[in-house]
C-alpha cells in the first residue's frame, strides 16, 4: 500500500466520510462510466485512468472499490 503523506489521503471528510482517495476513484468512475454511455467500466480501464491522476496500487483499488461498494 502506498504511505500517504497528507491527512486529507486517509482521514474521512466530515462531510461525506469519503477520504481524497476514495474521491477520486467515484469521480473517475463518473467520468468513465458517462464516456462509455452508461455501460459498466472494466477495473481496468478504471485503473489506467486512475493512475493518471494518483498513486495508488491495483490492491489498493481492489480495497477501495470493495470499502464503496459495501456502504
Request: net charge negative.
Amino acid at each position: 500500500m502506498p504511505v500517504r503523506s497528507a491527512p486529507e489521503d486517509v482521514l474521512p471528510d466530515v462531510r461525506d466520510g469519503l477520504t481524497r482517495v476514495e474521491r477520486v476513484v467515484l469521480e473517475t468512475l463518473h467520468a468513465c462510466q458517462q464516456e462509455l454511455g452508461g455501460r459498466s467500466v472494466p477495473t481496468a480501464l478504471l485503473y489506467g485512468r486512475l493512475v493518471e491522476r494518483i498513486d495508488l496500487s491495483s490492491d489498493e483499488l481492489v480495497r477501495v472499490l470493495a470499502r464503496l461498494a459495501a456502504r
